[in-house]
């Protein structure tokens, strides 16, 4: 292992404190992060820290390849003063690393033992979600992705940090406000889409189960069902789609596409295995005659914008009446209406995937 000798002076020059944190060791008032106290800046072991992959805001993904650029850059580079040192707290269980947690074991790998660290102290523990959050600017760390940020509004919620609960909070203050925190220098739109995504994860009721396209297609997964296209053809043996309410040109794109190319498999008898949809409400009412509503919406938009239009464009180039099936089938409805059921032993109204005769019916 090699102790490396790190300018604490040039340090707190380059990357001063006050910049970083709200306050300082004696309570002074700065300019940083809202929530924090410096205590102090020194150079200590990195093993003497722990850093729990738990206690980590970012979603992570290459965590290999991340820790080796740093590692170069540390090879190549040395320690870069002007950067933020690595942030640590007194917990109950020891001293805990809140910032840094990649550049310890590329420190590591550069048989480094120690690094400059910042002790600090937070007002709250949701000022702590909040400040780890945003340590995450610039190199060599990785700036926060709409992922990242949706990640710590569960994490605020789940630790009843905050409340994501509509009944409790209709106009959603509170969670609103903390998305403002996280998203420093961004502007409304930005901050919607990481809403709606948290959204998709939490619908604020609690009878309520909402989607994005990355948990329906999860979902279609999880119950062998065909999903992206092809995605999942080699469980299935079929091909298909899950879509939310909205435009339905790139659906019927899609699922052309497939068969041009030749993607849409046959049966024995060389006919078509239909395109199988199937379908989420993205902001979905807990009333259960509104979800059925837009549901209903859904319905009459994928068989004008979809169904009909294919056979229309059929007769209106060809001049003769389109006579066959498509095949293009609507497989049902994501579950979301999970009220508890007590004529069916207190389990959900809605399990899996929805499809009922009405639905059959509004399309044919």
């Known amino acids: 292992m090699t102790k490396l000798l790190f300018d604490l002076e040039e340090s707190m020059k380059k990357c001063p404190p006050q910049y970083l944190y709200a306050k300082g060791p004696n309570g002074e008032k700065w300019e940083g992060e809202p929530g924090t106290k410096f205590i102090k800046r020194h150079i200590m072991r990195i093993d003497s820290v722990m850093y729990l992959k738990d206690d980590q805001t970012k979603v992570e993904e290459n965590v290999a390849s991340n820790i080796k650029d740093i590692a170069d850059s540390f090879n190549a580079k040395g320690w870069d003063h002007s950067e933020q040192p690595l942030v640590y707290w007194e917990s109950p269980d020891g001293d805990k690393g809140d910032e840094g947690y990649h550049r310890t074991p590329a420190a590591r790998r550069n048989g480094w033992e120690t ?36 990640k710590s509004v569960k994490r605020s919620v789940d630790l009843d940090y905050i409340t994501a609960d509509k009944i409790k909070d209709p106009k959603e203050i509170e969670i609103k406000a903390l998305i403002e925190r996280l998203t420093p220098g961004k502007g409304d739109d930005h901050r919607k889409r990481v809403l709606k995504k948290f959204r998709a994860l939490d619908s604020g009721y609690s009878t309520l189960r909402t989607y994005d396209g990355d948990t329906a297609n999860e979902l279609c997964e999880k119950l062998n069902l065909p999903f992206g296209g092809v995605k999942n053809f080699e469980k299935t043996g079929k091909v298909g789609y899950i879509k939310s309410q909205g435009s339905f040109k790139s659906l019927m794109h899609d699922c052309m596409t497939l068969i041009v190319k030749d993607k849409v498999p046959v049966d024995d008898d060389g006919n078509y295995i239909p395109i199988e949809i199937r379908a989420f409400i993205e902001e979905p009412s807990p009333i259960p005659a509104v979800l059925r509503r837009q549901r209903v919406k859904w319905l009459e938009r994928f068989k004008s914008d979809c169904l009909d239009f294919i056979k229309t464009f059929y007769t209106k180039t060809t001049g003769m009446d389109y006579k066959y099936i498509l095949p293009i089938l609507f497989k049902g409805f994501a579950c979301q209406d999970i009220t508890s059921n007590p004529d069916n032993n207190g389990l959900p109204m809605e399990d899996n995937v929805v499809l009922e005769d009405w639905m059959i019916n509004l399309l044919s």
């Open 115 to 150: 690094l400059p660290f910042d002790k600090i102290e937070y007002d709250t523990p949701l000022d702590q979600e909040v400040s780890k959050h945003n340590s995450n600017n610039g190199l060599p760390k990785k700036i926060n992705r709409i992922k990242d940020t949706v």
